[in-house]
């Protein structure tokens, strides 16, 4: 059997083609919540399987999730059920969801939190011992099962041990940069990959692949993302020919720090307001008060992100430019046992006690709704052979993902790819993968290291995170879309002569190279679709299209390849069944009820 330890090497030198071939059923590409979770159901289905990770094993951006995971458990508020998380995701996905796929997830989350905790994660509790749950924004019931504000690190501690038990075997510190398709049945074959330490090309056969590789957050300036969210699953996909779906949904958190700089957009969980914080502006005013007087702070992402935006451009900002979010009411001992690492966030970073002084904080750029498109059972793209589950994938929150619904969306997607990928893989042979193609993926991700007086790709990437922040942000307009475009694509120029220096081995910024290439390719599928998509809905806001327009948007934009180009389609929302909609409770349902022009609606170009 291959082990990672047969990847140690000597020095390599920058121009050395050689490659070492691997190979494997089921490749998985991430060691987030939606990776690990897919590996442990491919491998208990019988493939083998072979997880890649960018960072080290354990340290994916899942660990970073605090508040918790949403599931209709029902242990706090016993009314809560599958059928009013299938309601609330839909209606604040702004019916823009697959309501299969939300039906899928609203059905099989709970199963997948009890299970988790018979892997053995250890959740706080409640008095008579069921696993405890917490209001979040927009869930009509306390829903969001937790561990503290450390929910994804119990989460991946739990899931990588079942895979270290199991044995599954892993290589990390590996960049996956291409995917291969057999030539003849247009099939996924393998893909192309770089190991850090060494610089060393692997060639990994296999007869599936599952993305896993969480969202793209690292192409704004502002966000709680980590280093490895460059969309690089996003950029995989498209260019083997997958479709990409709602990429103009990217959700701003409504709470980030905002000082010192170094720690700009860093989350503040929405656990601080579902544990009671109260947000004010600079004259001391409890302004959700007016823009949602029902749910105030727990209204739904998108409305308080917007809020805090009006709150902070008319006028009403505190001297840094954010608002106050203040939990001093609920007394030190409460906040340090619930919201332990917020209080160890604000003391370390800022030298704020937030037992005893207000957050200051503004919104900042946290998920993508978008991404590559899937069936909504059993995961696949539109690519044979190729799977995406987690954040990677869209389809399950619309417009705007309710907070808690990525974790169990990790769970319960992750698993179903796991076991559709396994079965694919039982009656797949691997496939037969050409040599050219080898070859021009291998002189692809080598050119940085031929270039000499090149541009500079960390400058590069701060360059395409300042213009998505600046004019693809919370508010948005096609003037400044179409801004946001040109410089998108003068930076494409520019990084075609990209510099990567110094040896292979642990190579900073030939990662750099390779991610601001996946970066620039995502972030023209962002910005296409915005300008595509001439309305106002969820997290997408267009100031010159401030109204939501159902009559003509309820449509998901489709972005693809074709003959080296990325064109858009937009393709009718699939319609919820008659039995499936009467579970949803808004009066907006009758607006889509009564829309006529919806059955009328053909793909336009
Ligand atoms: C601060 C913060 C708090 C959050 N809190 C919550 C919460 O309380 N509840 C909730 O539901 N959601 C929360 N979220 C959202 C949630 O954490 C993420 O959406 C989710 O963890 C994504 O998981 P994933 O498995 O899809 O990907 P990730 O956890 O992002 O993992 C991606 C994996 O892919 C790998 N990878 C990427 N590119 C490549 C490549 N080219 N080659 C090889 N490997 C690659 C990475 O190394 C990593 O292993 C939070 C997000 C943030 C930022």
């Not at 900073?508 to 998509?533: F, G, P, T, V, Y």
Request: charged share 25%; hydrophobic share 40%; net charge neutral.
């Amino acid at each position: 059997m291959w082990s990672a330890g047969t990847l140690e090497s000597s020095p390599i030198s920058s121009d050395d083609e050689s490659y070492e071939t691997i190979s494997t059923d089921v490749l998985i590409v991430g060691a987030g919540g939606a990776g690990l979770r897919a590996a442990i159901e491919a491998f208990d289905k019988g493939a083998k399987v072979l997880i890649a990770c960018k960072s080290l094993l354990g340290k994916a951006h899942t660990v970073m999730a605090e508040g918790g995971i949403a599931a209709s458990l029902g242990n706090v508020d016993p009314s809560d059920n599958w059928k009013v998380h299938f309601s609330d995701t839909i209606v604040e996905g702004q019916f823009l969801s697959n309501w299969k796929m939300v039906e899928i997830f609203a059905k099989e989350a709970p199963e997948r939190v009890l299970e988790l905790e018979y892997y053995g994660a250890l959740f706080d509790r409640t008095k008579d011992g069921k696993i405890m749950q917490r209001p979040f924004g927009a869930h009509s019931y306390r829903r969001l099962c937790y561990i503290g504000d450390r929910t994804g690190l119990e989460l991946i501690r739990t899931l990588q041990d079942q895979v270290i038990k199991r044995g599954i075997d892993y290589i990390d510190e590996v960049v996956v940069t291409s995917i291969f398709k057999d030539p003849a049945t247009g099939r996924v074959a393998g893909a192309m990959a770089i190991q850090l330490r060494s610089g060393k090309l692997l060639l990994i056969k296999c007869k599936a692949i599952i993305l896993a590789t969480g969202g793209c957050g690292k192409v704004y300036a502002v966000t709680s993302n980590s280093w490895e969210s460059t969309g690089d699953g996003i950029s995989l996909a498209y260019r083997a020919g997958a479709e990409l779906m709602d990429m103009e949904m990217i959700q701003f958190h409504p709470t980030g720090m905002i000082f010192p700089a170094g720690v700009r957009g860093m989350l503040v969980t929405e656990a601080v307001r579902g544990e009671g914080g109260i947000l004010t502006n600079v004259k001391g005013e409890r302004f959700m008060e007016k823009y949602d007087p029902k749910r105030k702070e727990l209204s739904a992402r998108d409305v308080v992100a917007r809020s805090i935006y009006t709150e902070i451009m008319e006028g009403r900002g505190t001297p840094n430019g954010g608002v106050y979010l203040d939990i001093r009411h609920r007394g030190a001992e409460y906040i340090k046992k619930r919201l332990p690492s917020m209080y160890a966030q604000f003391l370390e970073f800022a030298g704020i006690d937030i037992t005893k002084q207000k957050m200051e904080v503004a919104p900042t750029v946290h998920y993508h709704m978008g991404g590559v498109r899937v069936d909504p059972e059993t995961t696949e793209t539109t690519l044979k052979g190729l799977f995406a589950a987690g954040e990677v994938a869209c389809g399950l929150h619309g417009a705007n993902r309710l907070g808690g619904n990525s974790l169990s969306d990790l769970l319960v997607f992750g698993r179903r790819a796991g076991l559709y990928a396994a079965e694919h893989a039982r009656s797949a042979k691997i496939g037969s993968i050409s040599e050219e193609d080898i070859d021009k993926e291998i002189s692809r991700i080598l050119a940085p290291f031929k270039v000499t007086n090149g541009s500079n790709p960390f400058e590069l990437k701060e360059r395409v995170a300042e213009t998505m922040w600046k004019y693809v942000g919370i508010v948005r307009n096609e003037q400044d879309l179409r801004k946001g475009l040109e410089e998108i694509g003068r930076i494409r120029l520019e990084a075609k002569h990209v510099q990567a220096r110094g040896p292979r081995a642990y190579n900073q910024s030939w990662e750099a190279c390779l991610s601001l290439w996946n970066m620039l390719i995502d972030c023209e599928a962002i910005i296409r679709s915005a300008i595509e998509r001439k309305e106002s809905r969820g997290a997408h806001t267009r100031s010159d299209y401030p109204k939501k327009d159902n009559a003509n948007w309820l449509v998901n934009i489709v972005i693809k390849q074709k003959d080296g180009q990325m064109i858009h389609e937009l393709v009718p929302v699939p319609k919820i069944p008659p039995d499936m909609e009467k579970l949803i409770n808004t009066d907006e349902i009758l607006v889509w009820q009564q829309q006529e022009k919806r059955e009328q609606l053909l793909v336009r170009k």
